[in-house]
């Protein structure tokens, strides 16, 4: 994908997964390719974003609207 392909697009990845805190090496070598393959593609991090936790019926609910 070029730049102007993921240009305004915001990602968000889980921070445990992103901290070396994944379940297997083979998800947290899969995360480090794509989060190299973003920051290649001019990707920042954005840390003051405010993370909300929806699950359960409340997701589905949140689904179906």
């Not at 697009?9 to 805190?21: D, H, P, R, V």
């Amino acid at each position: 994908r070029s730049q102007a392909d993921i240009k305004g697009l915001k990602i968000g990845l889980i921070k445990e997964y992103t901290n070396g805190l994944s379940s297997s090496s083979e998800t947290a070598a899969a995360l480090s390719k794509v989060i190299n393959e973003l920051k290649s593609l001019g990707a920042e991090p954005m840390d003051e974003w405010t993370v909300f936790r929806v699950s359960g019926d409340e997701l589905i609910r949140l689904a179906n609207t």
